[in-house]
């Protein structure tokens, strides 16, 4: 049986026309472009890595304003719909994957790490909230092994009873802590990125005093 109530993501709004009409496969370019102009989060010459990058809209994006002098990896499971320029590479693989992890450690350290993933839904919005949480964890710990000192995180997840435990994970990790909601998220979605700026590097080992 299916409902015939109204999808509310169904149908290509004024934004998805937009990102086609600008070469964009989606929308969610739009969501990017907010968070870096927020925070001046890219510049010429960054190494940027994308995980879940397909269709393609936020790594198009990415590698257009990072220059020719800059590089990026693109990571998902599935191909990309756009043709990015010769400073990207893209990966058709499963990030968390510990083959990919280590292809992606010889590429880095990246400048930032992107993760626009989210969970195939269920329809139960606990179990989707849950499930997002575990997602956002899983690219929150890739992307500290990979980033520079300095660097920075953006991480998609849905709006639930873990968001602070999420939102601590960052701040224990990053000197700032943004959350935000573009405005080109759909009004109905219950999604947002948590920011984190300036990675802390980690504490040096304590060396064993002599004779000890």
Avoid at 193 to 210: D, K, N, Q, S
């Amino acid at each position: 049986m299916s409902s015939r109530r109204q999808n509310p993501y169904r149908g290509a709004d004024a934004r998805t026309r937009a990102a086609k009409a600008a070469g964009f496969p989606a929308r969610s370019v739009f969501k990017l472009e907010e968070i870096d102009r927020r925070i001046g989060l890219l510049r010429a010459g960054m190494r940027v890595l994308d995980l879940g990058a397909a269709p393609g809209s936020w790594s198009l994006y990415a590698s257009q304003r990072l220059g020719r002098g800059g590089k990026l990896v693109a990571v998902d499971l599935a191909p990309l719909t756009v043709a990015l320029g010769p400073q990207a590479e893209v990966l058709e693989a499963d990030a968390f994957a510990p083959e990919t992890a280590a292809a992606l450690a010889t590429r880095g350290p990246f400048d930032v790490v992107l993760s626009d993933m989210a969970p195939s839904t269920s329809g139960d919005r606990f179990t989707d909230q849950t499930r997002s949480f575990d997602l956002f964890c899983r690219a929150l710990e890739l992307a500290l092994g990979l980033l520079r000192p300095g660097g920075a995180f953006v991480g998609k997840i849905f709006m639930g009873g873990e968001f602070d435990a999420a939102r601590a994970r960052v701040r224990a990790a990053f000197d700032a802590v943004r959350v935000i909601r573009p405005e080109a998220t759909r009004q109905h979605s219950y999604e947002i990125f948590l920011v984190g700026t300036g990675l802390r590097a980690p504490p040096a080992p304590e060396l064993a005093e002599p004779g000890a």
